[in-house]
């Protein structure tokens, strides 16, 4: 079984500063982990993915992640946050089949 | 990227009735597609997995009298709440696998349809 734990479900970061979401996993085969952003009454749109290779993986608009299995973590990290970037953030990780498991979501404030 | 769209986007019915989303793949065919509930400001809980052609796979818990799905073809998949109640009123979110399988098949997501039942 799979399981998501993302640390904080509200994270409040300044314009400029470095956004980090933590996320920990846990999963019985080697894991495919995956960070979704989702604005207010949208659906899920993708920033990266990881699957087998490279442990940092680049996403769209600036973000990164960087699977560290020693440690099961996926953390989300963007080095300077926009005012666009206030949104939801979801981890998940994929079972067989491409089911998701997906964490509590952390929201993302971006202060001025 | 390829496209998801779900409709209606919000729905306002009354108890008892019954209410069909659709699900459909623009511009690829989807031989599996997700069903997904959100609650406010909660995550994303798998509700079933559609596939085209055969029945859906539900997760446990889930009423598949309650919540029929319909996958009857490679572009559609249908989510209908039957008799609804006001405790169903929800963000009904699916998602549409392209290409390959686990790891190398991207799955796209909807736009989600948020339904209130009043």
């Known amino acids: 079984a799979q399981s998501v734990t993302q640390l904080g479900s509200h994270v409040s970061v300044s314009e400029g500063a470095l956004v980090l979401l933590r996320c920990n996993y846990s999963s019985s085969v080697p894991p495919y982990l995956f960070w979704y952003v989702q604005y207010p009454n949208q659906g899920l749109q993708l920033l990266l993915k990881?699957?087998?290779?490279?442990?940092l993986v680049k996403g769209i608009n600036g973000f990164e992640a960087e699977f560290k299995k020693s440690e099961t973590s996926f953390h989300l990290t963007k080095p300077s946050a926009h005012m666009s970037d206030a949104a939801e953030y979801f981890c998940a990780v994929a079972a067989a089949g491409n089911k998701l498991t997906f964490g509590g979501g952390t929201r993302v404030l971006v202060k001025p | 990227g390829a496209v998801v769209s779900q409709h209606p986007s919000r729905v306002i019915c009354k108890s008892g009735t019954s209410v069909k989303i659709e699900c459909r793949s623009l511009d690829f065919q989807a031989t599996t597609m997700f069903w997904y509930r959100q609650f406010p400001k909660k995550s994303l809980m798998l509700m079933a997995t559609s596939n085209e052609g055969s029945k859906a796979t539900y997760e446990q818990g889930v009423e598949k009298d309650k919540f029929l799905i319909n996958h009857a073809s490679l572009t559609l998949s249908t989510l209908t709440v039957t008799s609804a109640h006001p405790e169903d009123s929800s963000f009904y979110i699916c998602s549409a696998r392209m290409g390959g399988g686990l790891g190398t098949g991207e799955l796209f997501f909807g736009e989600g349809s948020r339904l209130t039942v009043l």
């Open positions: 990881y699957t087998t290779g490279a442990t």
